[in-house]
């Protein structure tokens, strides 16, 4: 009822006592330790402290970086750690491996093998070296107004540098595991990423959005290879390096992508399904429920609606344009494949064997689909 709703508004706010905080820290217990320590211990190391020491020059610039930086440690909006706790959980909801013999139940530390600890690690620094290396600055559109220039050109050197240097981490632990089949899927997973980037990058100019919406199907495509590749390719991954036979993979490939599209859309369902009093709105014009909204009316209605949103300095006042969106169908659709994804989700986990596991790994689904 009413009360229900009230308490999962802010799941993904960064409230601390918000149902999504609650759901990640009941299922790292099950795992055997929070997963922010994944990113820590990397960062923890000598090369990232001299990255930090140069991070400390960008202070009290503008450069996003520094943004992704903070959110390394403590970061409940994003769940920068919820790919390694998703993997972890779905290691240890499948169980030890009936057919290897050489992988011993004895290793295993919380019901999870060594190398799948260290899967979850390597698809951490994966998502958060290609997070910094979304932070690169487009300097042709700087002006002097935003700041010194010099500021953004050694922010987007630490930038390319930290990214580089996370996923070249990344890479030396991947080629540890010794196992090619994994290899070959994450390294695909990194294929998605650029791919996907690259996309997001050449078809959202988002000041004007003036590109057309796409539909449903498009937009699951596209999203998959930028949010979802990653964490269903690690899925997978984890189920192959406890030698689990095809079905149980494709199950968790099947989760971590259906978890993932969900996610995604939850997230870009917030500032549609709330409103925070005293918080400036602003939404990405290629946010889902916008995107959907779009292709809903066509591009001549969409241009008068953001010629109607423009203030007389040329900005867009977004909640116009929010009541313009909200008019239509795009927010239910949104909403609708958001809850479809979930459910696809938790159907994915029902043929493992009943445990905590297998309920945790449930509760981030349905969490995924609370508004």
């Not at 759901?23 to 090369?47: H, N, Q, W």
């Not at 500021?151 to 632990?173: E, H, I, P, W, Y």
């Not at 057309?212 to 999203?223: F, I, L, P, R, S």
Request: with cysteine; net charge neutral; charged share 20%.
């Amino acid at each position: 009822g009413a009360r229900g709703g009230l308490r999962t508004l802010s799941l993904f706010s960064s409230s601390g006592s918000s149902n999504w905080s609650k759901v990640v820290s009941d299922a790292e217990k099950i795992v055997g330790y929070p997963t922010s320590f994944m990113s820590l211990r990397c960062l923890l190391s000598d090369e990232l402290s001299n990255v930090a020491m140069h991070l400390r020059k960008l202070v009290g610039t503008q450069h996003p970086l520094l943004n992704t930086a903070r959110g390394f440690v403590y970061d409940s909006k994003n769940n920068l750690q919820m790919r390694g706790l998703v993997v972890l959980l779905l290691s240890k909801a499948a169980g030890p491996s009936h057919t290897a013999s050489d992988l011993l139940a004895q290793d295993m530390v919380s019901g999870i093998y060594p190398s799948q600890r260290n899967l979850a690690e390597i698809t951490e620094l994966i998502h958060t070296a290609f997070l910094v290396h979304r932070g690169i600055v487009n300097l042709k559109e700087w002006t002097v107004s935003d700041g010194p220039l010099k500021d953004m050109q050694f922010g987007n050197k630490m930038a390319v540098l930290s990214g580089d240097f996370l996923l070249a981490n990344a890479c030396t632990g991947l080629a540890q595991l010794n196992n090619t089949k994994v290899v070959e899927l994450i390294s695909s997973a990194i294929g998605d990423l650029v791919q996907g980037i690259y996309y997001e990058n050449s078809h959202n100019t988002e000041e004007n959005g003036l590109t057309d919406g796409v539909d449903v199907a498009a937009w699951e495509e596209q999203t998959f290879l930028s949010h979802g590749a990653l964490l269903a390719k690690s899925c997978q991954a984890a189920m192959e390096l406890a030698k689990h036979d095809k079905e149980s993979q494709r199950l968790a490939y099947k989760y971590g992508k259906h978890l993932s599209l969900g996610h995604k859309l939850n997230s870009d369902l917030q500032p549609f399904v709330k409103s925070r009093a005293g918080e400036p709105l602003s939404f990405s014009l290629s946010a889902a429920p916008v995107v959907f909204h779009r292709q809903i009316i066509g591009r001549e209605t969409w241009h008068h609606q953001l010629q109607q949103a423009k203030t007389l300095r040329n900005q867009l006042d977004y909640s116009k344009l929010l009541a313009a969106v909200k008019s239509e169908k795009g927010v239910s659709t949104a909403m609708d494949l958001c809850c479809y994804h979930g459910n696809k989700a938790l159907e994915a986990i029902q043929a493992f064997p009943s445990s905590e596991a297998r309920s945790a790994l449930e509760n981030i689904a349905s969490a995924v689909t609370k508004f």
